[in-house]
Nanobody, 114 residues
Framework: QVQLVESGGGLVQTGGSLRLSCVAS????????MGWYRQAPGKQRELVAI???????NYADSVKGRFTISSDNAKKTVYLQMNSLKFEDTAVYYC????????WGQGIQVTVSS
């Protein structure tokens, strides 16, 4: 069974930074892409950022210039560096891994005060 373990969430003030990490279990042999989605109460889940195994990245317009996604393919880990956080970034963030199938993390809370 594929497991995605997310970490790095928490509570920060506006303008602060957080770094999310997601580690995929070792039984994932070939990952095509890894990314982060988020869902705020009453809103749809949306793509935040995604990175392919080749390093190509894509970001939601709302986070461009503030968030940076990166990965370590050997460690099957994806990171999301979040800078200049805004209140509207408050959401549950979900790790997503695309291999021969698609897997999701359980979600991790990011709360930006005020």
């Amino acid at each position: 069974q594929v497991q995605l373990v997310e970490s790095g969430g928490g509570l920060v003030q506006t303008g602060g930074s957080l770094r999310l990490s997601c580690v995929a279990s070792n039984n994932v042999f070939k990952i095509n892409a890894m990314g982060w989605y988020r869902q705020a109460p009453g809103k749809q889940r949306e793509l935040v950022a995604i990175i392919s195994s080749g390093g190509a990245t894509n970001y939601a317009d709302s986070v461009k210039g503030r968030f940076t996604i990166s990965s370590d393919n050997a460690k099957k880990t994806v990171y999301l560096q979040m800078n200049s956080l805004k209140f509207e970034d408050t959401a549950v963030y979900y790790c997503n891994v695309k291999s021969w199938r698609e897997d999701w993390g359980q979600g991790i809370q990011v709360t930006v005060s005020s």
